[in-house]
C-alpha cells in the first residue's frame, strides 16, 4: 500500500535552514510527481513545490521561490524539500503527497512534520 513519511523537521531561527525528507513506497514512483503541502493553524492548506519524479518539472509557490528546493531521489524512492532564509511565516506542519494533474493531492498523504520558526 501507499505509504509517505516525512521527517526533518524542528524547530529553527529566522535565517536558518532545514531540509525535509519524504520517503515514498508502495506505489510505482517513477514518473509520478510529489508535492509538498504545508498549513499552519488558522490557514487553509498550501502547496509549497512539486516535483516530477523523473523529469526537470518543478514548481514552486511565489512565497518560497528561491528560498526553498525541491529535488528526488528516483534510488531511493525520497523527495526532498530543503528550507533556506527560513522566515516565521514559514512555520507549519509541511506534508507531502502524491499529486496529479496541475499539482491536485490524491488521497495518499504523509503524516506530516512540524517546521517552527522562532
Known amino acids: 500500500h501507499v505509504q509517505l513519511v516525512e521527517s526533518g523537521g524542528g524547530l529553527v531561527q529566522p535565517g536558518g535552514s532545514l531540509r525535509l525528507s519524504c520517503a515514498a513506497s508502495?506505489?510505482?514512483?517513477?514518473?509520478?510527481?510529489v508535492g509538498w503541502f504545508r498549513q499552519a493553524p488558522g490557514k487553509e492548506r498550501e502547496l509549497v513545490a512539486s516535483?516530477?519524479?523523473?523529469?526537470?518539472?518543478?514548481y514552486y509557490s511565489e512565497s518560497v521561490k528561491g528560498r526553498f528546493t525541491i529535488s528526488q531521489d528516483g534510488a531511493a524512492r525520497t523527495v526532498y524539500l530543503q528550507l533556506n532564509s527560513l522566515k516565521t511565516e514559514d512555520t507549519a506542519m509541511y506534508y507531502c503527497a502524491k499529486v496529479g494533474m496541475g499539482w491536485v493531492p490524491s488521497n495518499y498523504w504523509g503524516q506530516g512534520t512540524q517546521v517552527t520558526v522562532s
Open positions: 508502495g506505489y510505482d514512483y517513477s514518473s509520478t510527481c
Open positions: 516535483t516530477h519524479t523523473t523529469y526537470d518539472y518543478t
